[in-house]
């Protein structure tokens, strides 16, 4: 990697990294990656499987190939296995501002769940407060979000995949600290 050789056509990134999306089912994990990658859609339909998209992006003068993996619509049957964690570079742990729940099963289920299947001990994590659109309806506020963020030794963000505000961002932030890693850049 890295070269200008043009036989990379196929392979024309510096880095590749797997991120994840994990949190309840209703936060918005697939609206924030089709929001990400085109356009939201209202009509986000929860096919029942493991999803992943791909998604080439350059930042800090880098091109990054992003395999962006999507639990869609397994989250409350629990049978997320360890293959869904392996290797991962980047994880994006996602709560609905709006819904109390979904926020308190991060540090209850969902972070715990990381800390079992990670294989990679420095992979970076972000939290993510979705629905920030519905701010008459918020229910988490962003202090809380931070607190948590420093709890569980993760970045920290809101946004809303239906505004589409920080949604660049959020993937942004989590490539450019993975980038910092020296660990999570040797394949
Ligand atoms: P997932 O189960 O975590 O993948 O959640 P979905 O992406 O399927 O979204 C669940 C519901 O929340 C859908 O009805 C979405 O349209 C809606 N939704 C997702 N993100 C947002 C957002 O940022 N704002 C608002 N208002 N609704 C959203
Ligand atoms: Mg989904």
Known sequence: MGSSSEQ?????????????LIGDSGVGKSSLLISFISAYSAHSAPTIGVDF?????????????????????????????????????????????????????????????????????????????????????????????????KELGCMFIECSAKTRQNVQQCFEDLALKIMEVPSLLED
């Open 8 to 20: 990379q056509s196929n392979e024309n990134y510096d880095f590749s990294f797997k991120i994840l």
């Open 53 to 149: 998209k791909i998604h080439l992006l350059t930042v800090g003068g880098k091109r990054l190939k992003l395999t962006i993996w999507d639990t869609a619509g397994q989250e409350r049957f629990r049978t997320l296995t360890s293959s869904y964690y392996r290797g991962a570079h980047g994880i994006i742990l996602v709560y609905d501002v709006t819904q109390r729940e979904t926020f308190t099963n991060l540090s209850d289920v969902w972070a715990k769940e990381v800390e079992l299947y990670s294989t990679n001990q420095d992979c970076v994590k972000i939290l993510v407060g979705n629905k920030v659109d519905l701010e008459s309806k918020r229910a988490v506020s962003k202090e809380e979000g931070i607190e948590l963020a």
